[in-house]
């Protein structure tokens, strides 16, 4: 549902027609809904890829709809290696993404230094719409945790940045943490 007039990202990505492209750039997370597995994750090192549980239906759902209808969900992270336990657990529970129709790929740090790169993680939507991620220093969300923009200027430098990260980064299938 959107929230003071800002579209909430189910609604953005039901809107989306062709492409929908992440870039994470950040090794910590601190998101509330992830607390719980993430800690079970570095006693154990087990990751529960049950596809029904937690949050992972939302998601999921809205993925599989997404490609569904012919976009083409891609996603690219930037990694600092040796990686932080957060990417290892983000990268155990990634065959869910992929399993769902997500192209995923991974870009060492120290491979991306060349790159003009915005200052936050960002979604860019059918190459008209940019929702910028905005975390704490913990990684929580922020208050407010999304800002959008259309400026052509702003669109530009997303597309530019993601496609130079997706072109040197791995397939998740062949990365390893």
């Given at each position: 549902?959107?929230?003071?007039g800002?579209?909430s990202?189910?609604?953005?990505?039901?809107?989306t027609?062709?492409?929908?492209?992440?870039?994470?750039?950040?090794?910590?997370?601190?998101?509330?809904?992830?607390?719980?597995?993430?800690?079970?994750?570095?006693?154990t090192?087990?990751?529960?890829?049950?596809?029904?549980?937690?949050?992972?239906?939302?998601?999921?759902?809205?993925?599989?709809?997404?490609?569904?209808?012919?976009?083409?969900?891609?996603?690219?992270?930037?990694?600092?290696?040796?990686?932080?336990?957060?990417?290892?657990?983000?990268?155990?529970?990634?065959?869910?993404?992929?399993?769902?129709?997500?192209?995923v790929?991974?870009?060492?740090?120290?491979?991306a230094?060349?790159?003009a790169?915005?200052?936050?993680?960002?979604w860019?939507?059918?190459?008209?719409?940019?929702?910028?991620?905005?975390?704490?220093?913990?990684?929580?969300?922020a208050?407010?945790?999304?800002?959008?923009?259309e400026?052509?200027?702003?669109v530009?430098?997303?597309?530019?940045?993601f496609?130079?990260?997706w072109?040197?980064?791995?397939?998740?299938?062949?990365?390893?943490?």
């Amino acid at each position: 549902m959107s929230q003071n007039g800002v579209p909430s990202f189910a609604e953005l990505l039901a809107g989306t027609r062709r492409s929908a492209v992440h870039l994470e750039m950040r090794d910590v997370y601190g998101v509330g809904d992830e607390a719980e597995e993430f800690e079970q994750f570095k006693l154990t090192g087990h990751v529960d890829l049950d596809p029904t549980a937690r949050w992972w239906p939302g998601w999921l759902g809205m993925v599989r709809d997404a490609v569904g209808r012919g976009v083409v969900m891609r996603r690219a992270r930037i990694v600092s290696e040796p990686v932080t336990d957060y990417i290892r657990w983000e990268h155990a529970t990634t065959p869910l993404n992929v399993d769902a129709g997500e192209l995923v790929r991974w870009l060492p740090r120290r491979r991306a230094v060349d790159i003009a790169l915005p200052g936050a993680d960002f979604w860019l939507f059918d190459d008209r719409l940019v929702q910028f991620n905005i975390f704490t220093g913990n990684g929580d969300w922020a208050d407010p945790a999304k800002e959008l923009s259309e400026d052509p200027a702003v669109v530009k430098l997303c597309s530019e940045a993601f496609e130079a990260v997706w072109e040197r980064a791995v397939d998740h299938e062949k990365f390893t943490v």
